[in-house]
């Protein structure tokens, strides 16, 4: 008999590569689909092999329902307030009324656990969800991979292959950062759906490198000099977003304006994973910071 999975956010970017991996590792996927979804995404998922059930979110008979027979609940959802903590809320007060035995949250980023209130807004909100969920009934097991690895490809000041340059806060060249791909993300992710030993955390990343080692990577790969800019300090630069986001309220409505990318970057040199889970699953291939660089 086959695992049967629900899947909140199958729709979206990694939510739809969550459903994916976990096909290819012979589950049965239920994916909850609001009742505005787009048939083309429907399609989507209905064409990778899994069953779409749309959902009204604030229907807690039809939540529950939808999570029925299911050994785990992953949510890949995204967006703010409403959906962080209100949506995710009922999603995990579903899965326990269906008697659900494990719960895996959206949180997919850097230990924000580590941070302290302000320091990221989308982050903030996680560890308020956290809150109901560390008081739950409900086995849980959160994934940090911290950045996306696509950050790489944005020509941010951490990797700026425009003008050849690589940029760092704080005071270590030295200081690891972990990027996580999203496919590396969504295939782990997949196979700790399935495993029902999970701890409450898992720690993961594609590849861990410093400052200095993209400079040398970004040379080798480039054929052209990449050099090191020092930002500033992280006090500085907490304080400069600070200031941003207060003189631009309308940020708030938003889930990724300019402020909170900058508030991203700072989580990136001020937690890290000291210790990493990769090898839990062996059978995943971790994609490196090379393979990356050579497809910008």
């Known amino acids: 008999m086959k695992n049967k999975i629900v899947v909140a956010g199958g729709t979206g970017n990694l939510g739809g590569r969550i459903v994916r991996d976990l096909i290819k590792r012979g589950a049965e996927v239920r994916a909850i689909v609001r009742p505005e979804t787009e048939p083309e995404k429907l399609d989507k998922l209905k064409q990778l092999g899994a069953e779409t059930v749309s959902v009204d979110m604030s229907n807690a008979e039809e939540l529950k329902k939808a999570c029925e027979e299911a050994s785990c609940v992953v949510s890949a959802l995204s967006g ?28 997919f980023a850097a230990d924000f656990t580590r941070l302290a209130e302000g320091d990221n807004r989308n982050f903030d909100l996680r560890k ?43 005071d270590d060249p030295d200081w690891k950062m972990d990027f996580t791909t999203m496919d590396n993300t969504a295939d782990y992710t997949a196979a700790a759906a399935l495993d029902s030993e999970t701890p409450r955390v898992l720690r993961i990343a594609s590849f861990q490198v410093s400052p200095n080692d ?83």
Request: no cysteine; aromatic share 12%; proline share 5%.
């Open 128 to 170: 308020e969800f956290h809150q109901y969920l560390d008081k739950s009934a409900i086995k849980s097991t959160s994934i940090m991979n911290g950045a996306f690895a696509d950050i790489l490809t944005y020509g941010t000041p951490i990797y700026d292959f425009r003008n050849y340059t690589v940029g760092y806060w704080g």
């Open 214 to 296: 993209l400079v040398t990577m970004g040379s080798d790969v480039k054929k052209h000099e990449f050099k090191l800019v020092p930002m500033g300090s992280l006090e500085d630069f907490a304080a400069a977003n600070k200031k941003a986001r207060a003189q631009n309220p309308e940020g708030e409505t938003q889930v990724f304006p300019d402020w909170q990318g900058k508030q991203y970057l700072h989580s990136m040199f001020s937690v890290h994973n000291e210790t990493l889970d990769n090898n839990r699953y062996p059978d995943v291939e971790w994609i490196s910071a090379v393979d990356v660089i050579s497809k910008i």
């Open 80 to 107: 703010l307030r409403e959906t962080i903590v209100d949506a995710q809320t009922q999603l995990l007060d579903a899965a326990i009324a269906a008697n659900v035995p494990r719960f895996i949250p959206s949180d």
